[in-house]
Antibody
Framework: EVQLLESGGGLVQPGGSLRLSCAAS?????????MSWVRQAPGKGLEWVSS????????YYADSVKGRFTVSRDNSKNTLFLQMNSLRAEDTAVYYC???????????????????????WGQGTLVTVSS | EIVLTQSPGTLSLSPGDGATLSCRAS???????LAWYQQKPGQPPRLLIY???SRATGIPDRFSGSGSGTDFTLTISRLEPEDFAVYYC?????????FGPGTKVDIK
């Protein structure tokens, strides 16, 4: 059974930084699965934030976080990360770690292996940006 | 960026009713890249349908998906009490994922 456990959320002031982690188990983390972060502001819908290919060589970001957030992964430790800098009030949300059923690889052009949907989700970690 | 629009925003129905949820894309979406999720309060989303019409593992056959191009539909044939939730469609294109705003199915 796939398990994804997020951590690192909390209260941070505007302009501050936070690093989220997602510990994965129940599947071959380094086995060619793109991992993603999806967030949900209080009472709002789902917003994709960022994804990283199975090898870590390709990264993708929503325009709303590009230049401020950095996604990375450590396949030796089965862990996904999201470094969030220059945080704003509008970044307040529950951040979910999600596994893609396949791999998205940028090699000159985008290569999609498998299907780009989220087949497993963590329980989420709350990030609150407020002074 | 492909924008997804879902209608209606809220659907008020009774257990046993059928439900038809719509997802419309601002430009054509590959059917292989269209999915539906169910989310209940305090829980993460759960994958229901992928590839526009394939049910995910463990999803009851009262859930079905259809459509192509820019118009996609999630149908729930007979609502069970546990089906009252928010439903989101999602697509992948241009190296980005996007979600629709959701349709809330609540008890009439």
């Amino acid at each position: 059974e796939v398990q994804l456990l997020e951590s690192g959320g909390g209260l941070v002031q505007p302009g501050g930084s936070l690093r989220l982690s997602c510990a994965a188990s129940g599947f071959t983390f380094g086995g060619g699965y793109t991992m993603s972060w999806v967030r949900q502001a209080p009472g709002k819908g789902l917003e994709w934030v960022s994804s990283i290919s199975g090898s870590g060589g390709s990264t993708y970001y929503a325009d709303s976080v590009k230049g401020r957030f950095t996604v990375s992964r450590d396949n030796s430790k089965n862990t996904l990360f999201l470094q969030m800098n220059s945080l704003r009030a509008e970044d307040t949300a529950v951040y979910y770690c999600a596994k893609v059923d396949g791999d998205l690889i940028m090699f000159g052009e985008l290569i999609v292996e498998g299907q780009p949907f989220f087949d497993s989700w963590g329980q989420g970690t709350l990030v609150t940006v407020s002074s | 960026e492909i924008v997804l629009t879902q209608s209606p925003g809220t659907l008020s129905l009774s257990p046993g009713d059928g439900a038809t949820l719509s997802c419309r894309a601002s430009q054509s979406v590959s059917s292989s890249y269209l999915a539906w999720y169910q989310q209940k309060p305090g829980q993460p989303p759960r994958l229901l349908i992928y590839g526009a019409s394939s049910r995910a593992t463990g999803i009851p056959d009262r859930f079905s998906g259809s459509g192509s191009g820019t118009d996609f539909t999630l149908t729930i044939s007979r609502l069970e009490p546990e089906d009252f939730a928010v439903y989101y469609c999602q697509q992948f294109g241009g190296s980005q994922f996007t979600f629709g705003p959701g349709t809330k199915v609540d008890i009439k």
